[in-house]
């Protein structure tokens, strides 16, 4: 029996919490009173309107009223059946309005964003494509260059060899000249030998030859030939 009691209690505290953590809200009426008790004798000290959020204190069900509190703090008691799980048609309308409408601006918003996008990307394509033509036309010159870098290092060898062939050829000329310039020395010192030697034989024939010749004839050899 106690354990039937007990389980009756929780069950009333879970009711009780649950109906205190109610959220309700003002009906489609304009204006609502909230009186400071169950009846419509006792005073009215507030007036609500429609759409106003409510928390759920206590609720008589025999009176047909609700006692309620406002977000400011003020409590007191109202009509339950003007009083509704949810927000008014009206006030969600409004709320839907306003809802449609900041919809709208972000709609409008993207709209302005993806066309911003489309843009860049357009201006990103063309600037994409530009660096690929550049790319293909510096590709075509690198292409160039090593070509005639080829070439240049194939004449670079070329003349460096020819280069070593004319100077091996001046060295050899040079060999030569010299070689030439020692027979043409060489020359000269015979001719010049011989050269002395006919003066000096010419000297010695113009000088030792009359005398000789005169001797002769003193000698006889004019005489044997007159007589």
Not at 130 to 153: G, V, W
Not at 182 to 196: E, K, M
Request: charged share 20%.
């Amino acid at each position: 029996m106690k354990y039937i009691k007990y389980t009756l209690l929780c069950v009333f505290c879970v009711s009780s919490m649950n109906t205190l953590a109610e959220t309700v809200y003002v009906s489609d009426r304009l204006k609502i009173n909230m009186r400071t008790g169950v009846s419509n004798a006792h005073r009215i000290h507030a007036r609500i309107r429609s759409g106003t959020r409510l928390s759920v204190l206590s609720v008589d069900k025999k009176s047909g009223y609700t006692e309620v509190k406002t977000a400011s703090g003020k409590t007191g008691w109202v009509l339950s059946r003007q009083l509704a799980k949810q927000p008014s048609a009206r006030n969600r309308l409004i709320k839907t309005q306003a809802t449609l409408e900041t919809l709208r601006t972000e709609l409008a918003e993207h709209t302005q964003q993806l066309s911003t996008l489309q843009a860049e990307h357009d201006v990103a394509t063309q600037s994409l494509q530009a660096t690929l033509s550049e790319n293909k036309i510096l590709t075509e010159e690198l292409t160039d260059i090593r070509q005639k870098a080829s070439s240049a290092l194939f004449i670079e060898k070329e003349r460096n060899e020819l280069h070593l062939q004319t100077v091996a050829l001046e060295t050899r000329l040079k060999s030569i000249e010299q070689q030439n310039q020692i027979l043409q020395d060489s020359d000269r010192n015979v001719l010049f030998t011989l050269g002395a030697s006919a003066v000096a034989f010419g000297l010695f024939m113009g000088l030792f030859l009359p005398r000789l010749w005169a001797q002769k004839r003193s000698s006889g050899w004019g005489n044997d030939y007159l007589s």
